[in-house]
């Protein structure tokens, strides 16, 4: 899984610590907006997720992509808004759910991975006085974006097999396997890490 | 200085005795290690890169004790595995072979350069890691443990995986003479012959040392059906 596209755009140039903060800062002024603002509730965070995408080196069509790839929490959003607190509230509240997530998605899709790393390592360098290892809490979150598709795959290969087998589906057959091959893949990377000198 | 020094080690895994008194003195650039499944010879490699303890004896690797001076070790002996996919930790294939460096060598941007280049993956640099192939994996292995200009790589049947044209790409990167030793654990006994010496190994006993085609000879006439 990368989520991180090369190019050259402001937001790319932009160091991870600076970039984080801004998007944050976005990301809160979004999440923010009063709801008695009526319609400008709405049109202002889609104007923030426009003006982010809108520069030169993204464009529309990444927006596009992250909107499709969080359609079904919009829908879900969407659907739970409008049955509880009716169509105005529903279309503001689901314009700023869909826009905090695209915002955010910038960093991932501006940002190498190794940069957020050295940015979270420079981030929680002061937790160092309370015994927190920034570069072991940073590693462990780079270990675990990278574990997922190695997980997708495991479960992949788990469906496959039983199907082979001609197991019936469930929860409990699907678990075991999964779970085995999981620790198995942990085990492995540990040994791996090791290896490349992280204690 | 011999690459590996082992002295009567033991190695007890939960019940089981995995190698038994083991003696050892290895000195060759490259040396291989056969024997049938279970036999101990993944436990050597990982002994000498630090993974696994000796529960009695002495254990020397270029001159290092794996265990209390385990940081050096680990600056001067890489490690690759036969699972390529449990050996990738970053996103993307440049971005992996980085990770190597992490902390090490500030000037790493032209070292990552060169070794994509050396291993055919500078068009891939940008690449998802787990979307290539598994013999591009394997490459994106040996290349983030060649980063590193090891003085030792242990190999621990790195083209289990893999198909004969990619396995002979991954092993004749192994054997390009870059100033490292190898220590290579393999099945397949094409490659061990093409090391300087060779051990057989048995019941975590070792059975011969030496000619790898002596060693390989002892190893076929062993295999009754």
Redesign the interface.
């Known amino acids: 899984?990368?989520?991180?596209r090369?190019g050259d755009s402001v937001w790319h140039r932009l160091a991870a610590g600076p970039k984080a903060a801004i998007l944050a800062v976005l990301v809160l002024v979004v999440s923010l907006l009063p709801l008695g603002w009526g319609w400008a509730a709405a049109v202002i965070p889609a104007a923030i997720c426009l003006g982010c995408y809108a520069v030169p080196g993204i464009g529309m069509l990444p927006l596009a992509a992250e909107l499709l790839a969080a359609r079904w929490i919009i829908l879900v959003t969407l659907a739970g808004q409008l049955l509880f607190l009716g169509p105005m509230a529903a279309a503001v509240n689901t314009t700023r759910v869909a826009a905090v997530i695209v915002v955010a998605g910038l960093l991932a899709l501006t940002t190498?991975?190794?940069a957020l790393l050295d940015a979270f390592e420079r981030g929680l360098a002061p937790l160092e006085r309370l015994h927190v290892d920034p570069?072991r809490v940073a590693l462990l979150l780079?270990?675990t974006?990278?574990t997922l598709?190695?997980l997708a795959?495991a479960a992949a290969q788990v469906r496959e097999a039983q199907r082979a087998r001609g197991v019936r589906p469930s929860l409990r057959r699907f678990a075991v396997p999964f779970l085995v091959l999981a620790l198995k893949?942990a085990d492995?990377?540990g040994?791996?890490?090791?290896?490349?000198?992280i204690r | 200085m011999s690459v590996l020094e082992l002295d009567a080690v033991h190695v007890r895994l939960g019940d089981a005795d995995v190698l038994r008194e083991l003696t050892l003195s290895l000195d060759a650039r490259t040396t291989a290690i056969i024997g049938e499944n279970g036999s101990g010879k993944s436990t050597i490699a990982r002994l000498v890169g630090g993974l696994v303890r000796a529960t009695s004896g002495t254990v020397r690797v270029l001159g290092l004790d794996p265990v209390r001076e385990a940081a050096e070790l680990r600056r001067r002996v890489a490690v690759v595995f036969s699972n390529p996919d449990a050996q990738i930790v970053m996103p993307t294939v440049a971005e992996d072979v980085a990770f190597s460096l992490r902390g090490r060598h500030p000037s790493h941007p032209e070292r990552v350069a060169a070794a994509l280049d050396r291993f055919g993956l500078s068009a891939l640099a940008e690449h998802s890691s787990h979307e290539l192939s598994g013999g591009q994996k394997q490459l994106l292995a040996l290349c983030g443990a060649f980063v590193r200009e090891p003085e030792l790589v242990i190999a621990d049947e790195p083209t289990a995986y893999l198909d004969a044209r990619n396995a002979h790409r991954v092993a004749d990167h192994l054997f390009v003479d870059s100033g490292h030793r190898l220590l290579l654990v393999t099945h397949d006994l094409d490659l061990a012959r093409r090391c300087e010496q060779a051990v057989f190994v048995a019941g975590g006993r070792v059975v011969a040392v030496g000619d790898p085609v002596d060693v390989v000879a002892a190893y076929e006439r062993s295999l009754v059906w």
């Open positions: 899984m990368t989520l991180f090369p190498r991975v190794t570069r780079a270990v974006l990278n598709p190695v795959r893949h492995e990377l040994d791996t890490l090791t290896a490349r000198g």
